[in-house]
């Protein structure tokens, strides 16, 4: 059985992705677009691949939450969905806009019960609870935002926290 989650927590996770996501545009828009693209040896080898598949999968699950385009490709060509910083950033904000705008308009009962989808991945239509999906939506932004801060943490640069305690109570205060 998976745990029920509430609007609330669906809300501050989705503060904590924007909030995460700002300072990583931030960081990257100041790197070498080399820098971006050469392959680290990462699953999607570059940090602008793993950003890129990253976008991609958060579009993949909200076109299955609110109904929206999904994403054109699949896993595999995912990382070059976006194959420049001038393409990713504006669509990364765009995101992190429209999970931030769908959250607000969930309440608890949208958070419950069970979520039917085709997926690409296993070839067949697949259905599990809301909590465990949602869920894994979060927890799929937090895996790859971790492995771009090891990639950024290797070029140098000084990173941000990324410890969910350390997201402001204040939402205006959320600049990295």
Known sequence: MTPAITADWM????????????????VCETL???ELTRDRG????????TLSHLLWGDALWMSRFDGGAAPEGGIATSPRLFPD???FAPARRTMDARILDWTATLDDNACAGDLSWFSGAMG????????LVFTHFFNHQTHHR???????TATGVTTSDTDLFFLPDDPSKETP
């Open 124 to 131: 067949r239509d697949v259905t599990k609870s809301r909590s």
């Open 85 to 87: 910083w001038p393409t």
């Open 42 to 49: 990462a699953f999607f080898e570059s940090i602008l691949g």
């Open 11 to 26: 809300r501050m996770m989705a503060r904590y992705n924007a909030w995460q996501n700002a300072w990583f545009l931030d």
């Open 146 to 152: 971790g492995q771009v801060h090891g990639m950024l």
């Open 32 to 34: 070498d677009p080399a």
